[in-house]
């Protein structure tokens, strides 16, 4: 069994973050390990309060698994602050951890913030130019790249821009949060673009789509699949997740991490 590595926050009502990442390698039958960064107290209404881990205790966590389960691919999430953010830059080169997948997670589904201001350059200087993939929505790729995302053209301009410009080995700007209809589109860029459609899905259970989409990605990489097979069949699963939500909590709920993709 193939080992993966989520850097990531707690979700105590289990829909993202470490519990989704978890959920999600599991499903693809991958050996799930994990350095919390943050823990959170959150439902499917919000997050009420947040704690960081210490820089030190993150980087602590890091060390111990590659030391023993070293990780075929791996993924972060929120990374609270720039010190947790430096810390896992230099834990990163330090053990040469490979197929690097960086979820820039800034805000949560619920709109609380889970990402301080000051890090954001590093993840801008440190993160971005080490990841194998970068999959930010379009408010974190409008954030990392400072430019405006309203339509597909301009999602490619900024997933071309966190390659060539920012460094990244290749980009998946997400396009959930786009008013197009009844469609939903994802840009992926490694040198070419190349574009996913899928059918919009009228839900409020959305709860860690992201978490579950870059951890998807990962448990893949992590068993051999090639980057462009292994975003299309994430993103089939994540639909499926969706479609298949059991309809928890009285907000934005969680998907279904046993889903099959198509």
């Given at each position: 069994?193939r080992?993966?590595?989520?850097?990531?926050?707690?979700?105590?009502?289990?829909?993202?973050g470490?519990?989704?990442?978890?959920?999600?390698?599991?499903?693809f039958?991958?050996?799930?390990?994990?350095?919390?960064?943050?823990?959170?107290?959150?439902n499917?209404?919000?997050?009420?309060?947040?704690?960081a881990?210490?820089?030190?205790?993150?980087?602590a966590?890091?060390?111990?698994?590659?030391?023993?389960?070293?990780?075929?691919?791996?993924?972060?999430?929120?990374?609270?602050?720039?010190?947790?953010a430096?810390?896992?830059?230099?834990?990163?080169?330090?053990?040469?951890?490979?197929?690097?997948?960086?979820?820039?997670?800034?805000?949560?589904?619920?709109?609380?913030?889970l990402?301080?201001?000051d890090?954001?350059?590093?993840i801008?200087?440190?993160?971005?130019p080490?990841?194998?993939?970068?999959?930010?929505?379009?408010?974190?790729?409008?954030?990392?790249?400072?430019?405006?995302i309203?339509?597909?053209?301009?999602m490619?301009e900024?997933?071309?821009?966190?390659?060539?410009d920012m460094?990244?080995?290749?980009?998946?700007?997400?396009?959930?949060?786009?008013?197009?209809?009844?469609?939903?589109v994802?840009?992926l860029?490694?040198?070419?673009?190349?574009?996913?459609?899928?059918?919009?899905?009228?839900?409020?259970n959305?709860?860690?789509?992201?978490?579950?989409?870059?951890?998807?990605?990962?448990?893949?990489?992590a068993?051999?699949?090639?980057?462009?097979?292994?975003?299309?069949?994430?993103?089939?699963?994540v639909?499926?997740?969706i479609?298949?939500?059991?309809?928890?909590?009285?907000?934005?709920g969680?998907?279904?991490h046993?889903?099959?993709?198509?």
């Amino acid at each position: 069994m193939r080992i993966a590595l989520t850097i990531a926050g707690s979700d105590s009502g289990g829909g993202a973050g470490i519990q989704a990442d978890l959920k999600t390698f599991q499903r693809f039958r991958v050996f799930g390990t994990s350095a919390i960064t943050a823990i959170t107290a959150q439902n499917t209404r919000g997050v009420s309060s947040w704690d960081a881990v210490s820089p030190a205790m993150v980087r602590a966590q890091i060390d111990a698994v590659a030391q023993d389960l070293f990780p075929g691919a791996f993924k972060s999430g929120m990374l609270a602050n720039a010190g947790i953010a430096s810390a896992v830059a230099a834990a990163i080169r330090d053990h040469s951890l490979q197929n690097y997948v960086l979820d820039p997670v800034m805000v949560a589904t619920s709109g609380d913030v889970l990402l301080e201001p000051d890090a954001i350059d590093i993840i801008r200087r440190e993160l971005v130019p080490r990841a194998a993939l970068v999959t930010p929505n379009i408010h974190e790729a409008a954030i990392l790249t400072g430019k405006e995302i309203d339509d597909e053209d301009s999602m490619s301009e900024a997933a071309e821009a966190l390659v060539n410009d920012m460094g990244a080995q290749a980009a998946l700007i997400k396009g959930g949060h786009l008013a197009s209809g009844n469609r939903v589109v994802d840009v992926l860029y490694d040198g070419d673009v190349r574009t996913f459609r899928g059918q919009r899905i009228e839900t409020t259970n959305t709860h860690g789509t992201g978490c579950t989409l870059s951890a998807a990605i990962t448990a893949q990489l992590a068993n051999g699949e090639s980057l462009h097979a292994a975003v299309r069949r994430a993103i089939d699963y994540v639909h499926s997740a969706i479609a298949t939500a059991p309809g928890l909590g009285s907000g934005h709920g969680p998907l279904n991490h046993l889903a099959e993709d198509n």
